[in-house]
């Protein structure tokens, strides 16, 4: 608790098109409550097929986390909603 969790994604389309739709969420392993979330806008008008996110965020309980096991879950698809959809998960460890 209290770390900062750097997160960096590099999407890619399989399908040798632009990277059009992401998400990235981060859930509690146990009760699946989820604390993030992102983009807000999963849409990226994007014309490559590579795409970096990068963010970060703080392990706090003001931001919903507690100790216990976590998801990290990317997600990234085509134009269509689940168009060529691939999902990757890691699984982490908060500890007090």
Same mark, same amino acid.
């Given at each position: #608790?209290?770390?900062? +969790? *750097?997160? $960096?994604? &590099?999407?890619?389309?399989? /399908?040798? &098109? /632009?990277? &059009? =739709? !992401?998400? !990235?969420? !981060?859930?509690?392993?146990?009760? +699946?409550? @989820?604390?993030?979330? @992102? *983009?807000? %806008?999963? =849409? +990226?008008?994007? @014309?490559? *097929?590579?795409? #970096?996110?990068? %963010?970060?965020?703080? +392990?706090?309980? /003001?931001?919903?986390?507690? /100790?216990? %096991?976590? !998801?990290?879950?990317?997600?990234?698809?085509? =134009?269509? %909603?689940? $168009?060529? $959809?691939?999902?990757?998960?890691? @699984?982490? =460890?908060?500890? *007090?």
């Amino acid at each position: #608790m209290g770390d900062i +969790l *750097p997160i $960096q994604v &590099e999407f890619e389309s399989h /399908a040798g &098109e /632009a990277v &059009e =739709h !992401i998400n !990235i969420r !981060i859930f509690n392993k146990t009760n +699946l409550t @989820e604390v993030y979330s @992102e *983009p807000s %806008d999963p =849409h +990226l008008n994007g @014309e490559d *097929p590579v795409f #970096m996110f990068e %963010d970060q965020v703080q +392990l706090t309980a /003001a931001n919903g986390f507690s /100790a216990g %096991d976590w !998801i990290i879950e990317a997600t990234v698809w085509g =134009h269509d %909603d689940g $168009q060529d $959809q691939v999902t990757e998960k890691v @699984e982490f =460890h908060v500890n *007090p």
